[in-house]
């Protein structure tokens, strides 16, 4: 069994090596299992090192992957560098725990077959594939030596899961005492792809905000909606990819420099580049209706954005989705009532694109997690059971519950 495991690998290894593009997001034969949106070094809602990089450090970041596969590769990304950023060496391995690894599942990473490399500013890269088996749900640490300073780095602001770091080079450490610091982010990851023979394109992409991000989710749990649908998807027997594409704050029509290029702008590569993926589920527009108003967050961050410009900026997302071949699921929006972002117009605001993505047709299907969230007893807020306590995010029930909402026969 051993040895037709070892064939098998082989085997994969050398289809993926002859068919996979060697600099791309996307390649022939590649599914992506675990992704997450890149953000321009900036301040962030948390303690963060985006804005002063590293230098002789080592980061070692934790992710889970939504399905398993038999050959690996992990893509970096530069996206927002101002300069080449140098990786003086790289490995991945089943996470143990916290920064411990297990040492029997440790894999270099490489990229053309060099143990060092570099990415050009704006750029990202797939490492060489890895023989490393990965069950579906399993937790993988990927460990980065950065020996030259990287200047401000392209991260992504909130992973509700600790990311750790390390002085000098302890890249193999199996044991993670090295890895004193910790924050809440992630850097240089963009995502992690399995190698499949036959791709069947069944994967789904979660876009969105901080809903869609996990923001109110027990942190370290991968209670995130996107991971509690996967989960039900398995439990079902219907087991597909589910990645997630949400940055906290983000809105569907407004650029920001620390909540995220805009939905509309970020499509392309989240989305439409994104390997074996068939499906999108859209989850936009709260905060374009809630920082149309001075409220919370920086005052450079007020934008008005009309309705107008909300059922336009989703029909643009619509049509880009179908001219790939994409199923796309629109997502109506979760109460806010109790939050900063209520006021009575962004109420009307709200329900008005509510009753766009309900009744419009525009949709393949829809998803009503507004429906599901909502209090009985007061539709404009949270059901008690379902809120974070912030009366915008939901808590981890609520994230099952709007995981159980969808329902998969909308995949196609």
Known sequence: MR???????????????????????????????????AQMPSKTMGPSWSLEGFSNHT???????????????????NRYGTGTLAIAGGTVAVTGTGADIRPD???????????????????????????????PFQSLTITLHLAAPTGPATHHAQALTT?????????ADAAGTAFTETTQSWY???????????????????FGDSITEGVGSTVGADNRYPDELAERLAAEGIPRAVIDQGIGGNRLTVDSSWLGASAQRR??????????????IILAGINDIGLSAAGPGAADTVVPVSTDQLVAGHLDLIRRARAKG????GATLTPIDGSPYFSPAAESARQALNSWIRTAGAYDAIVDFDAALRDPANPRRFAPQFDS??????????YAAMAAAVNPADFG
């Open 3 to 37: 040895l037709l495991r070892a064939l098998v690998v082989s085997l994969f290894l050398l289809v993926a090596a002859v068919t996979a593009p060697a600099v791309t997001a996307a390649g022939a034969g590649w599914t992506s299992v675990w992704t997450t949106s």
């Open 59 to 77: 980061l070692r970041q934790v992710i889970r992957v939504s399905q398993g596969g038999l050959a690996t590769r992990v893509r970096l990304t």
């Open 105 to 135: 599942t440790l894999r270099p990473l490489t990229f053309g077959g060099a143990a060092e490399f570099r990415i050009p500013a704006g750029a990202e890269l797939a490492t060489d594939p890895v023989p490393l088996p990965v069950a």
């Open 163 to 171: 990311s750790y770091r390390a002085t000098g080079d302890h890249r």
């Open 188 to 206: 240089y990851l963009s995502g992690v792809e399995v190698f499949e023979v036959l791709p069947q394109r069944s994967g789904v992409v979660a």
């Open 267 to 280: 499509f392309q590569t989240d989305v439409l580049e994104q390997p074996g993926v068939g499906t999108v």
């Open 326 to 329: 994409l199923r796309v699921i």
């Open 389 to 398: 306590g912030d009366h915008i995010h939901p808590g981890d029930a609520g």
